[in-house]
């Protein structure tokens, strides 16, 4: 896990940071390339076919053999898996001659049932995703750790069990079951907010923020319940330990207390989660988007689930992973900033 | 061998015997955990007599009543077609009994939950005591194994999987293997690290030291230490596993009509829910309270055997 105590630190703390980051983005790049060797060989080696599914009616021996060619798969997996990956550095191309298909790099596959590269298909839905995701993060975060904090600073008062009631209420409540009847209540009985769709942020920022109000809400809410817990949890455990006493006997006021010195420390194990959340929602926020109709990057992946559009669901997979890769890499530098024992 | 278990064995009988008792008194004065306790085997009772349960109303949850609804497809009548006969309506389009659906819904639920719950349970702490008892290359690499799960997109996995593995396969026992398969990560950390610590504990080096084998040290004298750990995180963890089930299935990729389950109830209700709220309505409480029950109850059995955590909900 860390380094062996016994290491001699030599060296200025610029080098100690650098040999932290390239330890953490080193061990980042393995882990995406495991990741991206198994999801390639759980989808080829399972029995769904995408030249038989491309190869339309009536599917001859040959047009089929002339498919599997054309798209690569009558070459061993673990050469397909390299062609794969060559494809993300260099793009690749199906087929040649007139019929030829270009896939620019970065090429994350080819979908022959849409006629578009997965990449593209990737770029045209991550501005929706994206959306869903930072408006309802920050909404989650805001929310749930000052409820968080306010149930620990008031512990045991009823403020401190109507947070708490709610909180587990909200973890228990699944998003899609709150999101219908936000939907219904909001939507149809009031006719509040539009019910679905999306418009982009580039075409009306008010009509894009309008349309996303009860999807950041509904997320926000469920999320913030977890955060809430979290953030109780490591305050009451902190407002416990030796430095805030110090800090409270140095006649620090109670306020400077809980944000300089509490929140400080609170907020670690809060930013780790707050990482991961965020980076699997911008992954893909598959359920949202089903209940609201957005098509975002949960949507094309559903889709492509509906009509076994295998490239599109290897690609959109490994971007996933990608993502919450990324994210943990992320987190992990930041929890170094945050928390100098984190960089031993 | 029989000379360090007179030794040890008693020791260790007495501890966890005494501290099971204090667990419970603790857990007794909880009241919501006990509220919990009770709805859960509410469930589980509902779950085992479901065919006695639905056969009450006189229904099952495959027969169709198309007399039940209107020319829309919609169910006839108040509340989604509530009646003398099909007490929580009809579902719409086929207008089987709702009631028997949510009934026979719970051991979808059950069954998936638990059988995941128990299959990432044995997982992560096989992963777990091996990595943290040997330590050394095997934990290296167990550990890493652990960080890859973390960075896996499961619901995107499962989703995908899901879909491309063919019908044939039984539903029940692929999303039982899928679901357990993305959950042991954070119980093996755990087990690891508590493994870690109990193996300098000196009654563990007394063992080593009498000649103990491993398997011996795992499992008598490590793994019985860890079961409190264990059995709160299978608390905790069968809502999640539950919630994946009913996702996956809400998404269409889970459990495969006409075995009834919550999940996909609540998806078909997607396109109905404006007309018949209620076919929305009764699964979804089902399903939420279900959840509920086993979280606060988990809540209850994490504070009363670990008092340090107490402040988290009392």
């Known amino acids: 896990m860390s380094a062996p105590v016994t290491t001699v630190r030599t060296g200025t703390s610029a080098a100690r940071t650098a040999r932290f980051v390239l330890g953490k983005a080193s061990g980042m790049i393995i882990v995406l390339l495991v990741v991206s060797a198994l999801t390639y060989a759980v989808f080829v080696l399972l029995p769904a076919d995408p030249a038989q599914l491309a190869c339309g009616r009536p599917c001859t021996p040959e047009r089929l053999e002339a498919a599997r060619g054309y798209m690569g798969l009558d070459l061993p997996s673990w050469k397909q898996y390299l062609l794969f990956l060559g494809g993300i550095f260099a793009g690749r191309t199906f087929g040649s001659g007139a019929t030829a298909i270009d896939c620019a790099a970065p090429c994350l596959g080819y979908s022959f049932r849409l006629n578009e590269s997965v990449t593209d298909l990737i ?28 149930a620990a600073i008031k512990r045991g008062t009823v403020i401190d069990r109507a947070v708490m009631i709610g909180a587990i209420a909200g973890v228990s409540a699944p998003s899609y079951l709150v999101g219908l009847l936000g939907i219904l209540l909001f939507g149809f009985t009031l006719n509040m907010v539009p ?16 349309h996303l109000v009860l999807p950041w809400t509904v997320l926000a809410i469920l999320m913030a319940a977890v955060y809430a817990r979290l953030t109780r949890a490591q305050m009451l455990d902190v407002m416990g330990s030796d430095f805030i006493r110090t800090a409270r006997a140095k006649g620090l006021t109670e306020q400077r207390v809980i944000t300089r010195h509490a929140l400080r420390n609170v907020m670690i194990p809060v930013i780790t ?40 669901l290897v690609g959109v997979t490994l971007f996933s992973a990608a993502v919450i890769i990324v994210a943990n890499f992320l987190v992990d530098l930041v929890y170094g900033v945050l928390d100098p024992r984190a960089r031993a | 061998m029989s000379l360090d278990h007179d030794i040890v064995g008693p020791v260790a009988s007495m501890k966890t015997s005494r501290s099971s008792s204090t667990l419970l008194s603790r857990l007794r004065r909880d009241r919501l955990a006990i509220a919990g306790l009770v709805t859960i085997v509410v469930f589980v009772l509902v779950a085992i007599f479901a065919p006695f349960l639905s056969s009450l109303s006189g229904n099952d949850p495959y027969t169709y009543h198309l007399d039940a609804l209107d020319s829309s497809g919609a169910p006839a009548g108040w509340g989604g077609g509530i009646s003398a006969a099909h007490w929580f309506g009809v579902e719409p389009l086929t207008g089987r009994d709702l009631f028997s659906i949510v009934v026979y819904g719970s051991r979808t639920s059950l069954v998936v939950g638990l059988g995941a719950t128990f299959l990432a349970m044995l997982l992560g702490t096989v992963v777990g005591l091996v990595a943290g008892y040997f330590g050394g290359w095997v934990d290296t690499v167990a550990s890493r194994i652990i960080d890859v799960m973390f960075g896996f997109p499961s619901l995107i996995f499962m989703i995908a ?32 690290g508590q493994t870690l610590a109990l193996r300098k504990q000196g009654y563990v080096r007394a063992s080593t030291a009498l000649g103990a084998s491993h398997g011996h040290i795992l499992f008598r004298q490590i793994l019985p230490n860890l079961s409190a750990t264990i059995v709160v995180f299978s608390t905790i963890t069968i809502p999640a596993t539950i919630g994946s089930e009913a996702a ?18 609540i998806g078909d209700a997607v396109t109905w829910f404006s007309v018949t709220p209620m076919y929305l309505v009764f699964p979804g409480v089902a399903l939420f309270l279900i959840t509920l029950a086993f979280n606060v109850f988990g809540d209850g059995l994490r504070d009363a055997l670990d008092p340090r955590s107490r402040g988290v909900r009392s």
């Not at chain 1, 942020?201 to 309008?210: K, Q």
């Not at chain 2, 889970?254 to 009834?260: D, F, K, L, S």
């Open chain 2, 161 to 192: 999987l899901g879909a491309i593995v063919p019908v044939s396969f039984p539903r029940l026992v692929l999303l039982v293997v899928i679901i357990g398969f993305f959950g042991w990560a954070s119980i093996a950390r755990v087990v690891r």
């Open chain 1, 273 to 312: 989660l707050f990482g991961l959340d965020l980076g699997g929602l911008l992954g893909g926020a598959v359920i949202t988007e089903k209940v609201f109709s957005m098509p975002g990057l949960g949507a094309l992946l559903l889709d492509a689930v509906g009509n076994f559009d295998l490239p599109v």
């Open chain 1, 123 to 150: 770029t045209s839905r991550l501005p929706v995703t994206f959306s869903i995701a930072i408006g309802a993060a920050v909404l989650w975060l805001v929310v749930g750790v000052a409820a968080g904090v306010v």
């Open chain 2, 248 to 265: 996956l299935s809400f998404l269409g990729v889970g459990v495969a009509p006409p075995t009834p389950s919550w999940g996909r109830s």
């Open chain 1, 195 to 210: 019910v679905s769709g999306y418009v982009a942020f580039t075409e009306s920022p008010l009509d894009w923020a309008w």
